[in-house]
Nanobody, 115 residues
Framework: QVQLAESGGGLVQPGGSLRLACTAS????????MGWYRQAPGKQRELVAS???????SYAESVKGRFTISRDTAKNTVFLQMNSLKPEDTAVYYC?????????WGQGTQVTVSS
C-alpha cells in the first residue's frame, strides 16, 4: 500500500503559476506511472499529466505548453508546475499512482484561478 499526499494548491489570479507536489510513502521508482488528475464541479475527473518510470510524459491537450510534470526520485515526489493558469483550470487536483494491478489516489488539493 502506498499513501500519496498532495500539497501546493491555492488561489491564484489568471495568468499566475502554482506548483503542486505529491509525496509518496515509498519509492516512486517502483510505481510504473505517476499522474495528476483534476475534477471540476459537475465534471468528470480527467487526466492532466503523467510520467512513467522511464520519464515518458503525457499531457492533456488543454494544458500542453503550460503545465510540466516532473519527478524527484530522491524525495519520492512528483511535481506539477502550472503556468499561465486560466479560470477553467479551477478544480480539485489529485495525485495518482498506477502500479498495476494496484492504483493509488491522494486526497486532492484545491486549485482556484480567479481574479
Amino acid at each position: 500500500q502506498v499513501q500519496l499526499a498532495e500539497s501546493g494548491g491555492g488561489l491564484v489570479q489568471p495568468g499566475g503559476s502554482l506548483r503542486l507536489a505529491c509525496t509518496a510513502s515509498r519509492g516512486i521508482n517502483y510505481i510504473y506511472k505517476m499522474g495528476w488528475y483534476r475534477q471540476a464541479p459537475g465534471k468528470q475527473r480527467e487526466l492532466v499529466a503523467s510520467v512513467t518510470v522511464g520519464d515518458t510524459t503525457s499531457y492533456a491537450e488543454s494544458v500542453k505548453g503550460r503545465f510540466t510534470i516532473s519527478r524527484d526520485t530522491a524525495k519520492n515526489t512528483v511535481f506539477l508546475q502550472m503556468n499561465s493558469l486560466k479560470p477553467e483550470d479551477t478544480a480539485v487536483y489529485y495525485c495518482h499512482g498506477d502500479d498495476e494491478p494496484y492504483d493509488y489516489w491522494g486526497q486532492g488539493t484545491q486549485v482556484t484561478v480567479s481574479s
